[in-house]
């Protein structure tokens, strides 16, 4: 796997490129194109051959002439058209200058990126002169990476056209750097014998990403004659130059680079290891892969796990029996990394191999081997995962999943998770939570059987019935609600049916709003919250009018959450009323939902309301209108109340700005209570502003003094038994 940023990168752009051309945003969406892609990505039958077609001869078979087609691109409305039109169009176009010089136009700056990007592609395609000097004619554009893309699409021309590697060869000696680079690149990706030395030349002057990349172009030209300068830059190189490095000798191959590529493997760093067992792999020599045969056998850990990582796709004599020798080494990391391959080769040869594992191999490789039991299949697979998922332990849980997802194995499963779930412990959980997954009627009895006994994983049996949307499971929660043993149980029912989403249990929700049972009633009204309509709404109404304080607020939320005109207007009145308590949660509610609605209330309550109201309504401020918040906060720095104006202070501190700054130095000249004036010193002092720094004598004047002791700031004022410092 290729782990440099830049190859990252290129795939990416690539992805988005691609993706955009066929999902556009609009007529003139824009993608990230990559000037750094894989050279697969312009043969027929990579990523441009999916976007195009797979070739010309299967694509276009059954197409209509090239005059239909070019009228299909004249009418294109977005990329995603232009882009199916130019696909259709490209295997249609050689010797028709018109349809050419079409193509061509779209490639031009006047259309999106992608549309450009597709145009490329197509002229890259069209063997004729023309298509050659409107690519030509790109290496110039302002976008360097259209540029980029027409230098790989001339390289890829290069290889059977002298005029074309003729023009990519000349952009190689350009005295731009970014043009020199991607040219070089271009002709190494595109397998042009003269990149070769070229590049090899580049390598003398070039560090950090831009040498990987011409390492990586260098590997892609196949020269054996080339090891030897890569292997310098692996000897002198660190970080992505060592990773290019080896990638490229195995994509070399070859004795020269093999024995490289060994040598890395047996005496490199770390990552050097990785790196060089990937190479190897890729190589596809038998010589290479019997490298990674015998390093399994080695003495070095980082050795061994790179090597048995590199195999997990190989296949070919020596390997399965070099996994299996894995497979019982007693380092866990070894295990899980060799366990993958008998799934990846389907060796179902490997079942009693790996079920004997589960006895003898370290816990830690437990997960993966079921995960490869369960993929490879077959009953005595599903007799192991079995076995596993009745035994308590820490291999319980996943045994179950997976058996609940064999064939054959989800009615034992099911059977098992109504056992465990009874029994509980430390797979409860998941047993639960499979049974409301499964959606069988032996299922939900299980988890409706354990909601009614109550107990530690009640709630958890009722959540599970509510989460698939089973009518049955809905009805069986109805039930629990109305009839259930305890106010909890039926409380945690209600709940349960809320967060369905369904309407049709509203009746139940609403009918429970009025039970006798404050707990129930509660539920019910949080749930009706949530599930919304017109009977919830009138039921939140009257709700919030109980004698109980603790439902009346229960409803006062649950209206907030509806965001209706009807909730809205209710809770406006409630936070008028004189039921303080319910008042305040009325207010705050309006204030998260509808604080446009809270502001007009605001300012009511700051010139008419009581103490606790004033103090609620400077603590949120905040979270009002900006013009309202300001208004408050600065009528509340005059409040009669020294508790409420202190509040403003600290809430137009945490504001900040010129205007605050002087709302609190104006304060301190004021006749506002001592504390107040204290409150307003100290936040100046902690703000450390210049303007706080420019007054600081009129600060310290007020502000609090540290204890001498340490114990923290103490009242100036006060110890000055009450002279007014003015």
């Avoid at 509808?594 to 400077?618: I, K």
Wanted: hydrophobic share 40%; with cysteine; glycine share 8%.
């Amino acid at each position: 796997m290729r782990a440099s940023l830049w190859k990252v990168s290129t795939f990416v752009a690539l992805g988005v490129a691609g993706f955009l051309a066929l999902h556009p945003i609009g007529p003139t969406a824009e993608t990230a194109g990559g000037p750094k892609a894989a050279q697969k990505a312009h043969q027929a039958s990579g990523f441009w051959g999916s976007l195009f077609g797979s070739s010309a001869a299967s694509s276009e078979s059954n197409a209509p002439h090239t005059g239909t087609h070019l009228q299909q691109l004249r009418n294109a409305r977005n990329s995603s058209e232009e882009c199916e039109a130019l696909r259709a169009l490209r295997s249609e176009a050689a010797g028709d200058e018109e349809a050419t010089s079409e193509i061509a136009a779209r490639a031009q700056a006047t259309y999106s990126r992608s549309t450009r990007i597709c145009a490329i592609s197509a002229l890259e395609v069209i063997p004729t002169g023309a298509s050659k000097s409107y690519l030509g004619d790109l290496l110039n554009d302002s976008d360097t990476s259209i540029r980029d893309w027409a230098l790989r699409a001339l390289a890829v021309k290069a290889r059977d056209d002298a005029d074309a590697r003729s023009t990519v060869i000349a952009a190689a000696h350009s005295e731009d750097h970014d043009l020199r680079i991607a040219a070089l690149v271009a002709l190494g990706d595109a397998h042009v014998a003269e990149a070769s030395n070229l590049i090899q030349t580049a390598l003398l002057t070039e560090t950090g990403e831009t040498q990987a990349r011409l390492i990586a172009a260098l590997g892609a030209t196949r020269d054996q004659a080339a090891v030897s300068a890569i292997k310098k830059m692996l000897d002198d190189g660190t970080g992505s130059t060592r990773e290019a490095a080896l990638e490229a000798l195995g994509s070399i191959g070859g004795d020269a680079a093999m024995l490289v590529l060994k040598d890395k493997l047996a005496n490199g760093s770390r990552e050097d290891i990785g790196n060089a067992a990937r190479a190897l792999a890729q190589t596809g020599d038998p010589s290479a892969r019997q490298a990674l045969v015998d390093a399994i056998t080695s003495g070095r850990r980082d050795e061994q796990i790179a090597a048995v990582r590199a195999l997990s796709q190989v296949d070919g004599e020596g390997v399965r029996s070099a996994m299996i020798t894995a497979l019982h080494s007693t380092d866990p990391q070894l295990v899980i990394s060799a366990v993958p391959w008998f799934s990846a080769h389907n060796d179902r040869s490997a079942v009693p191999e790996l079920t004997a594992l589960l006895k003898s191999a370290p816990i830690a490789t437990h997960t993966s081997i079921v995960s490869v039991l369960s993929n490879l299949g077959g009953d005595d697979a599903r007799d192991a995962i079995a076995a596993l998922a009745r035994t308590p332990g820490p291999d319980q849980a996943s045994a179950l999943q997976h058996l609940m997802g064999m064939p054959n194995g989800r009615d034992e499963a099911r059977r098992l998770a109504a056992r465990i779930a009874k029994e509980g412990g430390q797979s409860s959980y998941s047993a639960i939570a499979l049974l409301g997954s499964d959606g069988s009627s032996e299922g939900r009895e299980a988890l409706v059987s354990l909601a009614r006994a109550g107990g530690e994983h009640a709630s958890d049996a009722l959540s599970a019935l509510g989460q698939n949307g089973d009518p049955e499971a809905q009805r069986a929660l109805g039930d629990l609600a109305r009839t259930g043993k305890t106010p909890t149980l039926r409380a945690q029912a209600l709940g349960a049916l809320g967060s369905t989403g369904n309407p049709k249990n509203a009746p139940t929700l609403i009918a429970a709003a009025r039970d006798k049972d404050v707990t129930v009633r509660r539920a019910a009204l949080s749930a009706l919250g949530r599930l919304g309509g017109d009977g919830a709404e009138r039921a939140l109404v009257d709700a919030s009018n109980d004698t109980d304080a603790s439902t009346r607020n229960t409803a006062v939320r649950s209206l907030g959450a509806l965001h209706t005109t009807g909730a809205y207007a209710q809770l406006e009145k409630i936070a008028s009323g004189s039921d303080t308590t319910t008042a305040r949660a009325a207010f705050s509610t309006l204030v998260t939902s509808a604080p446009d609605r809270a502001a007009a209330l605001a300012d009511r309550a700051m010139s008419t309301g009581s103490t606790e109201m004033r103090q609620l309504v400077v603590q949120n401020a905040a979270q009002l209108p900006t013009a309202t918040s300001k208004r408050i906060l600065q009528s509340a720095l005059s409040d009669t109340n020294a508790e409420v104006a202190s509040s403003a202070v600290d809430a137009i501190a945490n504001i900040g700005g010129a205007d605050a700054q002087q709302s609190l130095l104006d304060l301190l000249s004021s006749g506002a209570a001592d504390s107040v004036k204290r409150s307003a010193a100290d936040a100046l002092d902690r703000s450390g502003t210049d303007m706080a720094k420019s007054h600081a004598s009129l600060i310290e004047k007020y502000k609090s003094e540290a204890d001498p002791a340490g114990n923290g700031p103490t009242d100036a004022i006060e110890e000055s038994d009450g002279e007014d410092l003015d």
